[in-house]
């Protein structure tokens, strides 16, 4: 049966709420009946009589009623409550689930810009901190799972708009869903669920930017996700040799070090949100992540780098803890901040620097790929008049990674 008038729809048989509902109402009338009879009975003078002839007192009957009507009001619209929270979520949880999103709403606006591995792990930090965080990212890679879409749908890139996502959700097996990796099935190997989703949902609305507002909301994010521009672009870099490479994938295999990175075409548009997020933002955090591939990209669009330029959130640089080779061989962490500076046209006013040193078996490992810890000399940064937050922020284990719980102590000492 299909009901005209959508508040109808609370009469259909077997919702267990039209039982609960008339009991709370028999509860509400019986409690107004108690009222008007303790009243000397004014309202009902021949009950009243009636019921001082057999030597019961009105005023002791009225609230007799008007306590009876008040448990079965109360437990009416408790039961209620119940049948309607029982089919959504665990009614035991709600207290919880009500108190942790009140204390995440109480949070700072932090917008986080970046793209990879890392911006996620951070995010995955944020999100039991804030509601308010906005991700920024990236959306110029163009290999794996994400090169093939782009190659046959004319999308951005989606990879890592599906990995923040999946970071920023707050449903438990979200994230593993987001990035199952097809291992069969012809053309589907390869390509992870989430993206997929993005994918169908651009084919379905037929607008990249729609597509990734309705994500947002179908995910119910602690926060959102958006990519810096919805407009598909392809990032061109210029080496100190001369040389012009197009293309994430034939950057990371050209060598030779990085003068200045520039979409093709330049002026894309800007995702909307994406500037709102920054002129709101209180902290605005750059990386961690491959330095010009994703830190830098993310703010490459006109509008969102004039916005991170003017937003008047403190802007903070993660430093990354390990060289990327063809990216930034031989670069040391100012060298870093000042690539961010010299393309963005605003000096980070804090960096994050990893200064507690690496097990033996984790250096080993990556200096097996060419890749090693990034120098830090504090002297350039005093120079600057940059404040650099020195410490251990990195996690325990055979990789070299961001430590979540470790970045977000060290953001929120900013912050308050």
């Avoid at 009225?62 to 029982?86: F, Q």
């Avoid at 000399?377 to 600057?384: E, I, S, V, Y």
């Amino acid at each position: 049966m299909t009901w005209k008038n959508p508040s109808l729809e609370w009469l259909r048989p077997g919702l267990r709420v039209k039982r609960y509902a008339a009991l709370a109402a028999l509860g509400f009338l019986l409690a107004i009946f108690g009222v008007g009879l303790a009243s000397a009975g004014a309202p009902f003078p021949e009950l009243a009589r009636w019921l001082l002839a057999r030597g019961v007192s009105p005023v002791a009957a009225g609230l007799l009623a008007l306590a009876l009507g008040v448990v079965l009001l109360v437990l009416g619209i408790r039961w209620m409550n119940r049948s309607i929270l029982s089919a959504l979520t665990d009614p035991d949880r709600v207290p919880g689930l009500v108190y942790r999103r009140r204390r995440l709403e109480a949070g700072p606006r932090v917008v986080a810009l970046g793209g990879g591995t890392g911006l996620g792990r951070l995010l995955a930090g944020l999100k039991t901190v804030t509601a308010h965080t906005t991700a920024i990212v990236a959306a110029t890679d163009d290999g794996g799972s994400t090169g093939r879409l782009r190659a046959a749908f004319g999308v951005p890139a989606v990879g890592d708009l599906v990995d923040c996502m999946a970071a920023l959700s707050p449903a438990a097996r979200t994230p593993e869903l987001m990035r199952y990796r097809f291992a069969r099935g012809g053309d589907l190997a390869g390509h992870t669920f989430g993206n997929l989703f993005l994918v169908s949902l651009y084919e379905l609305t037929g607008d990249f930017a729609e597509a990734i507002r309705s994500a947002n909301r179908m995910l119910a994010l602690l926060g959102a996700v958006w990519p810096s521009t919805p407009e598909p672009a392809v990032l061109v870099a210029e080496l100190e040799d001369g040389r012009r490479v197009v293309g994430e994938t034939r950057l990371r295999d050209a060598g030779g070090r990085v003068v200045r990175v520039a979409l093709r075409p330049p002026e894309v548009a800007a995702m909307p949100e994406a500037v709102a997020a920054l002129r709101r933002a209180g902290l605005v955090v750059l990386g961690p992540g491959s330095l010009y591939t994703s830190i830098v990209a993310s703010f490459l669009p006109p509008d969102v780098r004039k916005a991170v330029a003017e937003s008047p959130g403190r802007l903070v640089q993660v430093v990354n803890l390990m060289s990327e080779p063809g990216e930034t061989d031989g670069m040391d962490a100012y060298a870093h901040v000042e690539a961010v500076a010299r393309h963005l046209g605003r000096w980070p006013e804090v960096a994050l620097v990893h200064t507690a040193g690496f097990p033996e078996a984790v250096l080993d490992r990556y200096a097996a790929e060419g890749q090693h810890p990034v120098p830090y000399d504090p002297a350039p940064f005093l120079a600057r008049g940059i404040r650099v937050v020195e410490g251990d922020f990195l996690e325990a284990g055979e990789l070299a990674q961001h430590d979540p719980k470790k970045l977000i102590r060290a953001l929120v000492g900013l912050l308050s």
